[in-house]
Every structure is written in structure tokens, then in C-alpha cells.
């Protein structure tokens, strides 16, 4: 254990001390990592390329918006630990400003809004109020220009979280597995932001990302032709594949590109954050 918190702090120093340049930006563009269906790779998609943008210099605020707490967990954090969580801030800014909560993670320049199982019951408290579809994004407004990118890693449902997150993102980014069965659920969600942007959200645009991708199978193959053939303008170049160094990451509390720095998991988030910058770049002109 020491041995490892030798290399997590090796790679630190590496990143304190390299070369950066990238554009700036007045205040962050906003990402909605979302997809109604589990295990298709919402977390670490947060997580890895918050991480990857984090490594290129960039300030990171990554948003804990699922009840299970996955990413605050795989950053290596209790969320039975945190006094105040995102659940406190969406129920009342006021008192809670989402500055209090923002914490320190491991990585340079990337930080974290935590989230624990509290947050299930927001669902049911916000509903009744005026404006709830708005609370995240009257939360985020006041350190917007503190950070140049903001994650919020979705639960995996079309609720009144994932609403709130939708309202207050820029670009809502859906990670697709490489398969059939996870192409149904598409329609459904594309209604959703449909609504989003005609109700509260008009400039909301939507970008696709492959993941968990089997090189092995033909299957995965006519997915990701199929996807490219749907939305060929809303596809992002990078492909996720399937790895067991995602779950060996996740054990270990950190991002991948700590965890296993040159593996091929790692570029292609790194890849896809190159992708993202010149996302962000069409975002904000």
C-alpha cells in the first residue's frame, strides 16, 4: 500500500511539472453524462476523461448526481463520510452552497462534488417545488468560472435528476455499449432531450460515445457501423473497448490513466478529451 501511494504521488509531481497549453475559457462548459440504462459506462466516462482533462492542465469539477455513489466510490472515497453531499445542495443552495462540498481528489486540478445515498430521496422532495427542473443549475452558476469543464455523472433513469442535469449541461454525452439491446433505449432518451431543449434547455446539444466495445465479436462491429450510420454527426470518433482495468481501477480508488498510465483504456480517453476540447470550442463560440 505504501508502494502505491508512491506511484500516486510520482504521478502527480509528473503532472505538476508538464508543459500545458490549451485555450481558456470565461467560465465551464458543462457536460451531462447520461444514458437511462446501467452499465454501459456513464461513471467512468466521467471519471476518465474528467481525469484525462485534469492531466492536460484543465481545472475539473466532476458531479456525483447518481444515489449509488459510484464515482464518489471510485475515486476512493466512503460516501458515508461526507457530513454534506450534492443532496444537501439541490434541496437547499441557500444554506448548502455547492462551493462547501466541492473536495480535493487525488488528481491534480480535478475535484468532486460526492453523493451518497441521500440523493435517492431528492426525487420525491423536488417534484412539488416551482422551478425543481432548475436547482442544479442555479447551484452550479455561482463557480462556473472557477473550473473550465463540469461532469455530471447520471443515475441511470429519465427522472428528476437526470432532468435537472439535462437543463444545466451544454452537451449531454451518452455512452452506447456495443450492442443491440442497448440501441432500444436511444429513442426514448433522444425524447427526453427533445423536451429538455424545447421546455428549459434550447441549445442543449447531444454527442454519442461507443463504449464497452468487444473487437472480438462481428456484433459490436455492425453496432458501432450502425451508430455511425444514425448519428453521424453527433458521433465521437474514440471508441471505448472492454477491459477488465476499468474494475481494477475502480478497486484501486483512482482513474486509469493513474491506475494504468500507458494501457490502451487510458489514450483512448485521452483521445476522446482531445475530442471534447474542440467540443467545448464550438460550445462556447
Not at 36 to 58: F, I, N, P, R, W
Not at 117 to 134: M, S, T, V, Y
Not at 222 to 241: A, G, W
Amino acid at each position: 500500500m505504501k508502494f502505491y501511494h508512491i506511484f500516486i504521488l510520482r504521478q502527480q509531481l509528473i503532472f505538476d511539472f508538464l508543459p500545458f497549453y490549451h485555450y481558456t475559457v470565461s467560465m465551464a462548459t458543462i457536460y451531462s453524462i447520461t444514458n437511462q440504462k446501467g452499465g454501459v459506462g456513464k461513471t467512468t466516462t466521467c471519471l476518465c476523461l474528467g481525469s484525462a482533462l485534469a492531466e492536460k492542465g484543465y481545472r475539473v469539477l466532476l458531479i456525483d448526481f447518481d444515489p449509488q455513489a459510484g464515482l464518489t466510490v471510485c475515486l476512493g472515497f466512503d460516501p458515508d463520510c461526507f457530513p454534506t453531499t450534492i443532496y444537501d445542495v439541490i434541496i437547499n443552495s441557500e444554506q448548502y452552497p455547492l462551493q462547501k462540498i466541492i473536495t480535493d481528489t487525488r488528481v491534480l486540478n480535478l475535484k468532486i462534488a460526492p453523493a451518497n445515498l441521500d440523493l435517492a430521496g431528492a426525487e420525491g422532495e423536488l417534484i412539488g417545488e416551482i422551478g425543481w427542473d432548475r436547482n442544479l443549475r442555479d447551484a452550479i452558476n455561482p463557480i462556473k468560472n472557477e473550473f473550465d469543464f463540469i461532469f455530471i455523472d447520471c443515475p441511470p433513469s429519465l427522472g428528476v435528476l437526470t432532468t435537472n442535469a439535462l437543463i444545466s449541461a451544454h452537451t449531454v454525452i451518452v455512452p452506447v455499449q456495443t450492442e443491440f439491446l442497448a440501441l432500444r433505449g436511444l429513442k426514448q432518451l433522444g425524447d427526453i432531450i427533445a423536451k429538455v431543449k424545447k421546455k428549459g434547455n434550447p441549445s442543449l446539444r447531444k454527442r454519442i460515445l461507443r463504449t464497452m466495445h468487444d473487437v472480438r465479436t462481428l456484433h459490436s462491429k455492425e453496432v458501432v457501423e450502425e451508430l455511425e450510420r444514425i448519428f453521424p454527426d453527433e458521433i465521437f470518433k474514440t471508441i471505448i473497448k472492454r477491459t477488465v482495468k476499468f474494475a481494477d481501477a475502480s478497486l484501486a480508488g483512482v482513474p486509469i490513466l493513474l491506475y494504468a498510465k500507458s494501457s490502451e483504456a487510458a489514450e483512448a480517453y485521452r483521445h476522446l478529451a482531445e475530442e471534447v476540447i474542440e467540443d467545448a470550442k464550438e460550445t462556447v463560440s
